[in-house]
């Protein structure tokens, strides 16, 4: 490890000075890793005293720099907190961290389009030194009240994709904390944006047994979706969904596999009818919805699909998870085992699903009733 004075020969005869930044145990033929100009001068050739005692004090503040760096490079190495890191583009170490997430499209894609919105906040300028908590305040009001990037001019951001930015903004900077490029945790005393409620689109039993009798434009399509809404998997679960994760004990069926989004190892119990929707068994590793994406045409399919079966709600695919969730609680399964079946960590998740009204509460509703 080294930092090393250099100088430039410039157009107009003087020389530029810079520093080599060279890695550890590369010796002296190693190459720099980067470098740093010092936007200061030195005459080639110094003619007189002046010169000569510009060049001293140049040279004395370009050898000034070079202890700095590397003293801030030893505070590194030793976990000491480097003053130089204050300097360091947030923007690029916020996308550098999206491409960290890259396995995962859904969540990758979450945090690009955050760092857009940042781009977008910050006119692309934001240091280290930028993120101070009235920064923060300003992105999370800007996010509240910011139009849709690349969309028509007016429509704003829904409140809940606002949340799902911040959090990553907020991910960012806590990971920064954590790796001692900010001394100071900006976010101490600023508060998340709160999750707004959203309307869960489900199916009554009804409906989906209404579905199960309609042709759908792709047939495996409507295979997945009703297997999806027996089963309460995820439709990224579904892609992914090989022979060999469906397994069979007396007890009956199960998936044993990973689920996508948790990366949690699953021992989950399915029907036997969902099986049927399944078609005849292939090899151990091959996909059972083989070429089946979520995707904007698959989802117009749907559309069309639910409304040729006279339905008239806005149902995407992932709603057939919902159906399941909704279903079982309208059964009377118990709120702990539905969490359990959703693969939920939190039983806050799953109560998220109670709100919906059921057949019960409906019933409920009915109990009083005055003879008048």
Not at 64 to 92: H, P, T, V
Not at 212 to 226: E, G, M, Q, V, Y
Request: with cysteine; aromatic share 10%.
């Amino acid at each position: 490890m080294g930092v090393k004075v250099r100088t430039r020969k410039l157009a107009n005869g003087m020389l530029s000075l810079y520093l080599d930044f060279y890695p550890p145990l590369k010796g002296k033929n190693g190459k720099p890793t980067r470098r740093e100009f010092l936007e200061r001068y030195l005459y080639d050739n110094p003619k007189n005293k002046e010169e000569k005692s510009i060049n001293k004090v140049n040279l004395l503040f370009a050898d000034s720099c070079r202890i700095i760096r590397e003293r801030e490079i030893l505070n590194d190495q030793d976990g000491l907190f480097n003053m130089g890191n204050m300097k360091r583009d947030f923007i690029e170490y916020f996308k550098s961290l999206a491409e960290d997430r890259m396995e995962s499209k859904g969540n990758y894609d979450n945090w690009s389009c955050a760092a857009h919105y940042l781009v977008a906040y910050s006119n692309g300028d934001c240091k280290m030194e930028d993120l101070t908590p009235q920064f923060c305040e300003g992105f999370k009001k800007y996010l509240l009240s910011a139009d849709r990037l690349n969309t028509v001019k007016g429509l704003k951001l829904a409140q809940n994709s606002a949340v799902s930015y911040f959090n990553k903004f907020r991910a960012a900077i806590n990971a920064a904390f954590e790796s001692s490029l900010i001394n100071i945790n900006p976010l101490k005393n600023v508060k998340g944006i709160k999750q707004a409620e959203s309307k869960r689109e489900f199916l009554t039993q009804e409906e989906l047994e209404k579905l199960a009798k309609t042709d759908c434009d792709l047939a495996r399509l409507k295979d997945a979706a009703l297997f999806s809404a027996l089963t309460g998997l995820r439709w990224g679960d579904c892609e992914k969904l090989t022979w060999g994760d469906i397994q069979q004990t007396d007890g009956g069926y199960f998936i044993h596999n990973r689920q996508q989004k948790t990366k949690e190892i699953m021992m989950h119990p399915i029907s036997a009818q969902s099986i049927t929707f399944l078609g005849v068994r292939g090899e151990y590793n091959e996909k059972i919805f083989e070429g089946l994406k979520y995707s904007d045409s698959n989802n117009d399919k749907i559309k069309r699909w639910v409304l040729k079966a006279g339905i008239h709600k806005k149902i995407t695919l992932h709603n057939f998870r919902h159906t399941y969730a909704t279903l079982l609680l309208n059964k009377g399964v118990d709120i702990f085992t539905v969490s359990k079946m959703l693969g939920h960590k939190k039983i806050e998740t799953t109560m998220i699903y109670a709100k919906i009204l059921s057949e019960t509460k409906v019933a409920a509703a009915n109990v009083i009733e005055l003879n008048i």
